[in-house]
């Protein structure tokens, strides 16, 4: 299975790359403008012009763009007037922060949902969870930010306005891993540290929520197809006490149920974007969604390319997860 | 003295379609059996027939819409109708121990082998596991499966269909039960392997005096292992007897039809399967005999529902056309 | 229960009562398909008659009017331009459907016909379809759909289109395992056998039953595209205000409602989430009712 992955993400990497060398090309408008933005100089427009080869066959283009990419020039962003690369390299562990809280959050409410749903099959837990379930399903992510932001900061006054990662009057920390929280603890700086972790919790909210939605229905679908099983039925026939039964289906459930939750890590960064657009987090999401409005195109190539390494990445750390977890993966 | 009495069982699958309309199968229709200490019921009948279901109605593991509705069941003196999940649990795989189809996929995918014979014994005997592991190996070796402490740290997914069956039947054994439910123990088995579990399936009962309700289609089976028959058509047992006299005097149309085609078909080198024909709605059986669609001997007296009568010694048949069927066997 | 009268002829059913028993039975077995569709069919209505019930004029600016919350006058209150929320959000409606709609015939226009083709021909053909599908799985639909609108402009067209392709994957998926099950069935081999040429036997004997695969899909799908274009419009890139769009309306309302003035973005939201709820429950319980295998576990 890895070894098909890595052999398949090949194709896919060129595919993904040459989607985004399209995405300008898309419309029938000049990429030079677009890439140069509304504010270059003649001169750069022209400098693009060559650089890019964008007066060549598209072949050539291709070539001169893959070449580009692959010694780490992605282009140059004309809002923030740095490389696209720079801008993007510095966000990821912003955005992974949200991230990993977020769904680590979603799963520890969602798996055990979901696994209850199924235990309790077809009785009231399990059609409210799955009410609720697809409730998660149907509201928008950026509502949700609003939605929490309205009722927490204004109505509630529990949490400080979403305006970032840290209070506008607090100093952040000196970065060591990018997330001010773990930065200001490492520092000593508890009141840097503190004021992250208040910003960080609606965020985080709102991510757990999304993600729970999924979480709680594949979960659930696991576990019943677990309790149907042969084996299941065949331990109920050898008189193993109920505990002992629900553990069995638990193990067996561990497998498939994380292979699914990396899966929802990959799919989950677009609405990750948009939690970060509400809440003006300042990870590659907002970068990202900043420059589609804006027309910033070299950024939104960049953005692009990242979310689709990005989700590569997370499958082929699943699958290497999945067999080292696995007695029967080597005989596969 | 019987150790199990199953009497007048009746199992329905009740439900309601899309129209709200209540859906009735009737898979048991008053099924009713013994098997005394000891002794080997070979469980005959076509796919559909109901026999896995009696087996599951017998220690209550029907899952919904499946329900016991009707009858009893008598096991060492037990009421087990009358006995909660908990109650029934406890004779799960100590009392009564099933050795089921596919064997490979029975077996906990994650846990070792070995383990999951400690499991069972510890389950139901007060033991260390010092005790159960040494048995788990002891019952690996009773079945023939060499070298049986390294076998323990197998996983299942590392047998094959025939050592996944030995273990099962280790395990059935693990906790010396009063009888052993086999169900199609040996289908999808290699045929020589097949006939290596049955004889190691019969020489095990019987040198622990365990009973065993082997449940086939294969009448084959049922002619080289078993001590008596019973005979399922349609969620009824048909006939049921001492299997020489069955096989050498059947009385019920159902089973002369099969019996009268073995010979041939194991002559052709075709398997004795049971097979053939309609079958029956479980959800619109007709009232009186349900075999009345496909036997040759129907007549309108039929429509009720048929008696038991006495074939010969310990030989039953449940229809009212016997000795129009005697008559036709002896020309 | 009463009911277990075995055997007993059941009584023949007038027509309205056998309409009734078909709801019942449908709602025991999925409730949520009942009240999704009901949801559907409420926002059905007001779209269609969306004239006759708004109270005011939707864009119709009313300078002295500016955010003012619920009343009497105006039940959801009024926006920065003064106009009334309440007709805006009831005209919003007429873009849900308008979205949903054509988003969902272009993806299985383009879907079904490429799985029915995928799915009979096997081999390498279906291969490379199949990776092309499972390329858009590793990507988050909604930045392909952001990104590829604001490179081409936020034209309806465009949106619709770029929607639809996005969701087109799904049904040749869907498409695509009903055949390869149907396929290897008896029913398709007597097909051959009788010579039928491989046009008819796609269209008469295959496509019946793979599009009922394809149906349950559909809201979800249908779902997504409200979605999606509500996310657009909300991040300014497709419909834009005045227009009453409900991602436009929230758009409007996300400054407003941080600080308090609530109404503006709230009540277009709650009427989005019904929505896509609506859609999402009913196509939930289609799929169970339709693939058995998704109910219980299993007898």
């Not at chain 1, 100089?41 to 598209?58: C, N």
């Not at chain 2, 309601?16 to 013994?34: C, K, M, T």
């Not at chain 3, 003035?261 to 989005?272: N, R, S, Y």
């Amino acid at each position: 299975m890895l070894m098909r992955r890595l052999v398949l993400a090949v194709p896919l990497l060129v595919g993904i790359l040459f989607f985004t060398f399209m995405l300008v090309r898309i419309g029938g408008q000049d990429p030079v403008g677009l890439l140069a933005g509304p504010t270059a100089t003649a001169e750069e427009v022209e400098m693009i012009r060559s650089d890019l080869g964008l007066d060549q066959p598209l072949f050539t283009q291709f070539a001169i763009y893959l070449g580009n990419v692959l010694q780490g020039d992605i282009g140059r962003s004309w809002i923030s007037n740095r490389s696209v690369l720079t801008d993007i390299a510095e966000r990821i562990p912003i955005t992974l922060e949200l991230l990993l809280w977020g769904v680590a959050l979603g799963a520890i409410i969602g798996v055990p949902v979901g696994l209850r749903a199924a235990f309790k099959h077809d009785r009231l837990f399990d059609h409210i969870s799955r009410s609720v379930s697809l409730l998660g399903f149907s509201i928008p992510t950026y509502f949700l930010g609003l939605l929490l932001l309205f009722v927490f900061f204004f109505l509630l006054g529990w949490a400080p306005p979403g305006l970032g990662r840290i209070s506008l009057l607090i100093t952040p920390p000196p970065t060591v891993t990018g997330s001010y929280l773990i930065d200001g603890l490492l520092a000593g700086d508890f009141e840097a540290a503190g004021s992250a972790l208040s910003q960080l919790i609606l965020p985080v909210v709102a991510v757990a929520i999304i993600s729970a939605a999924p979480i709680v229905k594949q979960t659930r679908a696991i576990a019943l197809e677990m309790i149907g099983s042969d084996f299941v039925r065949f331990a109920r026939a050898s008189g193993l006490p109920a505990e002992r039964v629900r553990h069995i289906v638990l193990k067996n459930s561990g497998t498939p149920v994380t292979t699914f939750i990396g899966t929802e890590l990959a799919g989950l960064v677009g609405s990750v974007s948009l939690i970060e657009y509400v809440f003006a987090w300042g990870g590659v999401g907002q970068y990202g969604l900043n420059a589609i409005i804006r027309g910033d195109f070299a950024a939104v190539q960049g953005y692009v390319m990242f979310l689709a390494l990005f989700s590569l990445v997370v499958f082929i750390i699943v699958d290497v997860l999945v067999m080292i977890l696995e007695p029967r993966a080597g005989a596969e | 003295m019987t150790l199990l009495h199953v009497e007048n069982l009746h199992t329905h699958f009740i439900s309601r379609d899309l129209d709200n309309e209540i859906q009735i199968a009737r898979a048991l229709n008053g099924v009713s059996f013994d098997i005394a200490p000891g002794e080997v019921l070979g469980l005959v009948g076509e796919t559909g027939a109901g026999k896995s279901l009696t087996a599951y109605s017998v220690i209550g593991l029907l899952k919904p819409p499946a329900r016991v509705v009707e009858g009893s069941i008598t096991f060492d003196g037990s009421d087990l109708r009358g006995l909660d999940e908990e109650g029934l649990s406890k004779l799960r795989g100590s009392e009564i121990a099933m050795v089921v189809q596919n064997p490979r996929s029975s077996l906990d995918p994650l846990t070792r082998v070995g383990e999951q014979l400690i499991r069972v014994h510890m389950a139901h005997r007060r033991t260390t596991e010092e005790a159960a592991r040494k048995r788990a190996i002891d019952m690996l070796a009773a079945v023939g499966i060499p070298a049986p402490e390294q076998r323990m740290r197998a996983w299942p997914h590392e047998l094959s269909g025939g050592m996944a069956q030995r273990v099962l039947i280790a395990m059935a054994l693990m906790n010396e039960p009063k009888m052993i439910i086999a169900d199609e123990p040996t289908t999808g088995l290699d045929v020589t392997v097949q006939a290596q579990i049955l004889d190691l399936l019969r020489e095990l009962v019987e040198s622990r005096n365990v009973a065993a309700m082997i449940i086939t289609h294969d009448l084959g089976i049922v002619a080289h292992y078993c001590d008596r028959m019973a005979v399922m058509f349609a969620g009824r047992i048909v006939e049921t007897g001492p299997v020489m006299d069955v096989f050498a005097k059947p009385a019920h149309p159902y089973t002369r039809t099969l019996i009268a085609s073995t010979p041939e078909r194991l002559r052709e080198g075709k398997r004795a399967i049971l097979g053939g024909g309609a079958p029956p709605n479980l959800f619109d059986l007709p009232p009186g005999c349900h075999y009345v669609e496909r036997c040759e001997f129907a007549d309108a007296g039929c429509r009720q529902t048929p008696p038991w009568e006495t074939v010969g010694g310990g030989h039953y048949a449940m229809c009212a056309r016997l000795a129009a069927v005697r008559e036709a066997a002896n020309e | 229960m009463a009911e277990l009268t075995a055997g007993a002829a059941p009584r023949p059913k007038s027509r309205a009562a056998k309409v009734w028993g078909r709801i019942r039975g449908v709602s025991r077995r999925s409730p949520t398909s009942v009240i999704g569709f009901g949801i559907i069919l409420l926002f059905g209505i007001l779209a269609v008659l969306t004239p006759w019930l708004m109270p005011y004029n939707p864009v119709e600016a009313n300078p002295d009017l500016i955010l003012k919350g619920p009343s009497a006058a105006n039940w959801f209150g009024t926006d920065s331009n003064g106009m009334d929320v309440f007709s805006r959000v009831i005209y919003g409606s007429r873009f849900a459907f308008g979205i949903a709609i054509p988003v969902v015939i272009v993806a299985l226009v383009i879907g079904v016909p490429v799985g029915l083709y995928a799915g009979y021909k096997g081999g390498n053909i279906d291969e490379a379809i199949m990776r092309v599908v499972d390329a858009f799985r590793v990507f988050p639909s909604i930045i392909l759909a952001l990104a590829v609108v604001a490179a081409a402009g936020p034209s309806l067209l465009n949106i619709v289109l770029v929607i639809g392709i996005l969701d087109a994957p799904i049904f040749v998926r869907v498409v695509r395992a009903e055949v390869l099950a149907l396929r290897s069935s008896n029913f398709v081999e007597a097909g051959v056998i009788v010579g039928n040429p491989t046009r008819r036997i796609l269209f008469v004997h295959l496509l019946p039953n793979a599009i009922s695969g394809a149906m349950a899909q559909t809201a979800v799908r249908a779902a997504w595209a409200v979605r999606i274009s509500a996310t657009l419009a909300f991040l300014g890139i497709g419909i834009q205000p005045p227009t009453p769009e409900w991602g436009a309306m929230i758009r409007q309302g996300a400054e407003s409602m941080v600080n308090g003035q609530w109404w503006v973005g709230i009540f277009p939201g709650v009427a989005l989430i019904l929505m896509v709820l609506g859609l999402n429950m009913f196509g939930d319980g289609m799929q169970d009712l339709l693939d058995p295998k998704r109910r219980s576990a299993g007898k």
